[in-house]
């Protein structure tokens, strides 16, 4: 009599547990690494049975961008000028998004449809409103900040001021760029907590020009 050997059953997957495995894989090898097969090797499972809770490398950038974003605390002190509200959100993106660099291309992949990045932009949206902002205004402010959070944060991870392309302009013939290599040796003594939020400083002060003129 042959006994027939029971499959194991199913194992049952979140969309956390995968985003973590997604992530795992990111921060272990480059974005560029992600993949259905990665994510399944890192699970321990046949790429097949992934299929079965995600759709395609896609949804697994957007569920790595909210699992990134989902600690990220959009609670801010209501006595506090808009202004000091504004820098504590970015602030707390920015270090979310810093403890996994390699993910910082898919904050503006999944900008419209990743649900953290929805969350963040309805916070930093309700602070602007309450600030005065309404309107084209506060379409403009909203952009402005994304623009600059976003941007600041793939110059850090893909052209840092302390990396060689620094370094190689800094050796520019200063009779050719004067101003360019010398810019370049004063960004190589600037830290990336400088550079961000002294950026981010500029723009918060021509915010707060218009938010007065308007008035």
Not at 37 to 53: D, H, K, N
Not at 153 to 176: F, I, K, N, R, V
């Amino acid at each position: 009599m042959y006994t027939v050997k029971a499959m194991p059953r199913p194992r049952s997957l979140s969309p956390p547990g995968i985003a973590a495995a997604a992530l795992a894989v990111i921060d272990r090898e480059g974005l560029a690494a992600l993949s259905m097969r990665a994510v399944a090797g890192e699970l321990g499972m046949s790429t097949m049975a992934l299929y079965r809770y995600v759709n395609d490398r896609e949804q697994l950038e957007r569920l790595v961008v909210d699992l990134v974003l989902s600690a990220v605390d959009l609670e801010v002190p209501a006595c506090a000028p808009w202004s000091t509200r504004v820098t504590l959100l970015v602030e707390r993106v920015r270090d979310a998004i810093r403890a996994h660099p390699a993910v910082v291309p898919l904050t503006l992949t999944h900008r419209h449809s990743s649900e953290g990045v929805r969350r963040f932009g309805e916070a930093l949206l309700g602070v602007l409103t309450e600030a005065g902002f309404t309107g084209a205004r506060r379409v403009i402010a909203f952009r402005s900040l994304i623009g600059y959070v976003i941007g600041a944060l793939q110059a850090e991870h893909l052209g840092p001021l302390s990396g060689d392309g620094t370094a190689q302009l800094a050796a520019l013939s200063e009779a050719d760029y004067p101003f360019l290599s010398a810019t370049a040796r004063d960004a190589r003594c600037v830290p990336p907590d400088q550079e961000f939020f002294g950026g981010l400083a500029i723009v918060l002060r021509g915010l707060q020009a218009d938010e007065q003129r308007s008035r």
